[in-house]
Antibody, heavy 123, light 107 residues
Framework: QVQLVQSGAEVKKPGASVKVSCKASGYTFTTYGICWVRQAPGQGLEWMGWISPYNGNTNYAQNLQGRVTMSTDTSTSTAYMDLRSLRSDDTAVYYC????????????????WGQGTLVTVSS | DIQMTQSPSSLSASVGDRVTITCRASQSISRYLNWYQQKPGKVPKLLIYAASSLQSGVPSRFSGRGSGTDFTLTISSLQPEDFATYYCQQSYSTPLTFGGGTKVEIK
């Protein structure tokens, strides 16, 4: 069965970086895109960007450009999200999710999600 | 960016009620509209995709309609396990965007 298993909770100081992993199983990793979505405490869902494990192409949310890098390791079917220069408002649960895509882009729903990783940014 | 506006932001309903949630896009998104359910402390779950297609395993009391800019999610007979927050999401173009959510509470 399809599973996305994320790394554990992190506590970071402002200005630091965090790298969250998302290990996929139960499907052909390069066939689906991986997006990252975050949710601040008590708030809604925010799309951060997505990556194609097939060719490494990425598309990031404008407000995170320059601070976020998404990558994949196809040998281990793992996706990574690296967020730098952390601020207190980056405190959130970070989710990876799978979605199909085609030449027109990620126009398909997020059908499987990781369990979420809480990242707390605090001095 | 395409803005997604949900209404209401919250509602109170009783078991057995028919509930409808509205989602409006700031521009036409054809039928690239998905609905998710999230319970407290849990992962979002896909309910409806492409405006009206029911995800496998989702009860038939959930239905979706709409195209262009206006969409609805209807729960025909609210069950105790349906009390949750519901989000719409457009997958027409990046940045992909979510509505603000509708919290369905017990009356």
């Amino acid at each position: 069965q399809v599973q996305l298993v994320q790394s554990g909770a992190e506590v970071k100081k402002p200005g630091a970086s965090v790298k969250v992993s998302c290990k996929a199983s139960g499907y052909t990793f390069t066939t689906y895109g991986i997006c990252w979505v975050r949710q601040a405490p008590g708030q809604g869902l925010e799309w951060m960007g997505w990556i194609s494990p097939y060719n490494g192409n990425t598309n990031y949310a404008q407000n995170l450009q320059g601070r976020v890098t998404m990558s994949t390791d196809t040998s281990t079917s793992t996706a990574y999200m690296d967020l730098r220069s952390l601020r207190s408002d980056d405190t959130a649960v970070y989710y990876c999710a799978r979605h199909y895509y085609d030449d027109r882009g990620p126009q398909y729903p997020f059908d499987y999600w990781g369990q979420g990783t809480l990242v707390t940014v605090s001095s | 960016d395409i803005q997604m506006t949900q209404s209401p932001s919250s509602l109170s309903a009783s078991v057995g009620d028919r509930v409808t949630i509205t989602c409006r896009a700031s521009q036409s998104i054809s039928r690239y509209l998905n609905w998710y359910q999230q319970k407290p402390g849990k992962v979002p779950k896909l309910l409806i995709y492409a405006a009206s297609s029911l995800q496998s395993g989702v009860p038939s009391r959930f239905s979706g309609r709409g195209s262009g800019t206006d969409f609805t999610l209807t729960i025909s007979s609210l069950q105790p396990e349906d009390f949750a927050t519901y989000y719409c999401q457009q997958s027409y173009s990046t940045p992909l965007t979510f509505g603000g959510g509708t919290k369905v509470e017990i009356k």
